[in-house]
């Protein structure tokens, strides 16, 4: 059972607030990443430059570990098998939530950021020539013509991840949820709850 944002359950065990208690730390810099960037040991700090590790990397190991923490906290929040823990895949996975089909999100989004381009293309544009409302415009008719292909709750939870200008966002889903459910709803209730914060 997924547990709605704002809602604290009083039926989780006394063992899961026992591991956010003992997980304080980790759980208040979940999404700080400066945290578990500085978690590096010496030889990762002194490692020699290369181009595909900028001061911001972070070490697998390390991620591996942030990985752990949110898996552990899912097991705890929707209960074993209602989620897909991290480095897992399925091509043909659904959103555990909303049963959205994750793949048939993308080729939306894909049909649309296509049929933008080549409206834009074919007025002898770019999408650095027109403005953000030109894009809207242009993006708002191909949207109309894209809608009956697919269902609507596929073009409901695309709407987070729509194309912008000049812009180019990766969709997929995190821990098996749609990118919507997982910002609205899952996202909010990962880390530490403060109301914790005076708990005994």
Known sequence: MIIERGIINYSWSVDYFEWMLDHKTE??????????????????????????????????????ERDK?????????????????????DGERECYRCKVKIKNMGKYLGNLERGVNKIVKNSG??????TDEEHRAIL?????????NFTALEVEKAQIFLPQRGRRKLMNDSSGFCPMCYEEVIAPQLGWDSRLDNYK
């Open 125 to 130: 544009n770019t999408s650095f020539t027109i």
């Open 69 to 89: 923490i949110i898996n552990t906290q899912l097991t705890y929040l929707v209960g074993e098998g209602n989620f897909r823990p991290h480095e897992s895949y």
């Open 140 to 148: 708002e008719k191909v949207m109309k013509q894209e809608a009956p």
């Open 27 to 64: 759980l208040k810099n979940l999404n700080n990443m400066s945290y578990w960037r500085g978690l590096k040991n010496e030889e990762e700090r002194n490692l020699p430059s290369h181009p595909n590790r900028s001061p911001r990397w972070i070490p697998h190991r390390i991620m591996k």
